[in-house]
């Protein structure tokens, strides 16, 4: 069954720790992105990723990381730098700049 | 620069009335435009999106939209809504021309929709 995998549903972070949200893909898209929602702000974006091994920045990048090694996961770390982390996080494939992104349900992330 | 804007943060309308929600967009060239629903804790799925031709695009679940240059609008519509259509509706415009530091889509802050009986 295809789709997009984002885990996990849930997720808590300590201060000064890392976390990685997971992105996993069967669609065959060659195209990722990064959203991040916080309610009344609609979705922004933070990382996006156009073909295997090459990744830009969004609008938000800073105290976010990411890598896309391989055609099927784009994984986003969540830095200690990143003094405001909790928010519902999205990521989202399209297989051409011009076609609708299909979006995974999300990991929410919440502080300790 | 590109924007989105959806007037309304909140409506609520009657099972079975219509409805109409609101999306203006600024963008210089023609724009690629989206509209998403959302459900509580969930992903955003694509209900119907315009990128040429007729500027009257049907969806799914009995949505359509009309795309209006003159007014850069692309507004949601529907006959008669279901108490299931209560969601948060997003609007959302992508560049034709994904060259310069832009491969993604911009979004409107959202509009949530509320079902009375």
């Known amino acids: 069954d295809g789709g997009i995998t984002q885990s996990p549903k849930y997720l808590f972070r300590k201060e000064g720790q890392n976390v990685t949200l997971s992105c996993e893909q069967n669609?065959?898209?060659?195209?990722m992105y990064w959203y991040r929602q916080d309610p009344g702000q609609g979705l922004r974006l933070i990382y996006y990723?156009?073909?295997?091994?090459?990744?830009q920045k969004g609008d938000i990048a800073e105290g976010y990381s990411v890598s896309r090694e391989k055609k099927e996961s784009f994984p986003l770390t969540v830095t200690s730098a990143q003094k405001n982390p909790t928010a519902f996080y999205l990521c989202?494939?399209?297989?051409?700049?011009?076609?609708?992104?299909?979006f995974g349900d999300g990991t929410r992330l919440s502080i300790l | 620069a590109q924007s989105v804007t959806q007037p309304d943060i909140h409506i609520t309308v009657s099972e079975g009335a219509s409805l109409e929600l609101r999306c203006n967009y600024s963008?210089?060239?023609?724009?690629?435009l989206f509209w998403y629903v959302q459900s509580p804790g969930q992903g955003l799925q694509l209900l119907l999106k315009?990128?040429?031709?007729?500027?009257l695009v049907q969806g799914i679940k009995g949505f359509e939209a009309e795309f209006k240059r003159s007014q850069s609008s692309f507004n949601l519509r529907k006959p008669s809504v279901h108490w299931s259509d209560a969601a948060e509706y997003f609007c959302?415009?992508?560049?034709?021309?994904?060259?310069?530091?832009?491969?993604?889509?911009?979004f409107g802050k959202g509009t949530k929709l509320s079902v009375k009986p």
């Open positions: 669609l065959n898209h060659d195209a």
């Open positions: 963008y210089g060239a023609t724009p690629y």
């Open positions: 990723s156009q073909i295997v091994n090459d990744f």
């Open positions: 989202a494939t399209s297989d051409r700049r011009d076609q609708p992104q299909h």
């Open positions: 959302a415009v992508g560049a034709m021309n994904y060259g310069g530091s832009q491969g993604n889509l911009i």
């Open positions: 315009y990128f040429s031709g007729d500027t």
